[in-house]
């Protein structure tokens, strides 16, 4: 009994550590992504995807572009989608500190990035955190235009 409750403490410690060095790790892509986004020349104006992937890579050609196809047919001209060769612009993987093929990055109208994911993401996740970041938006504009009325 005692040795199945070792494996289990064991493997309850490398499952939370392995979640807090993901955790980490994703906000320092974040970070990274907003001190360059400073400095980019991406469209402004409505929130957009940066999606970095390559021409060989069968998760995104199956799983990942067939899910932003499908999220621009569900929310049509509510934003963009900004896609990059990682082989032809090293440096913004670099940059990026893209841990993985394909990575999005979901930013904000402002051109401020709100959301990281590595690896494949479903449309459904991508949805939420599109509608979060429009929403936060509206109640952004609404509570402006009243202090404006004010």
């Known amino acids: ?8 403490l064991f493997a309850l410690i490398a499952g939370l550590s392995g979640w807090g060095v993901y955790s980490f790790l994703k906000s320092r892509s974040l970070k990274q992504a907003r001190k360059i ?4 020349s991406f469209p402004t104006g409505e929130p957009f995807i940066l999606y970095f992937t390559t021409p060989d890579c069968v998760p995104c050609r199956t799983i990942q572009r067939p899910a932003l196809q499908s999220l621009k047919t569900t929310l049509g001209e509510q934003f963009r989608i900004v896609e990059i060769n990682a082989y032809e612009h090293p440096d913004l993987v670099k940059q990026y500190g893209i841990l993985s093929i394909p990575t999005t990055f979901i930013f904000d109208s402002a051109g401020v990035p709100r959301f990281v994911n590595h690896g494949v993401i479903r449309k459904e996740r991508l949805l939420t955190q599109l509608q979060q970041v429009m929403t936060f938006e509206s109640s952004t504009m609404a509570i402006q235009n009243r202090q404006r009325a004010a």
């Open 37 to 40: 986004s400073t400095s980019m």
């Open 1 to 8: 009994m005692d040795d199945i409750l070792t494996r289990a």
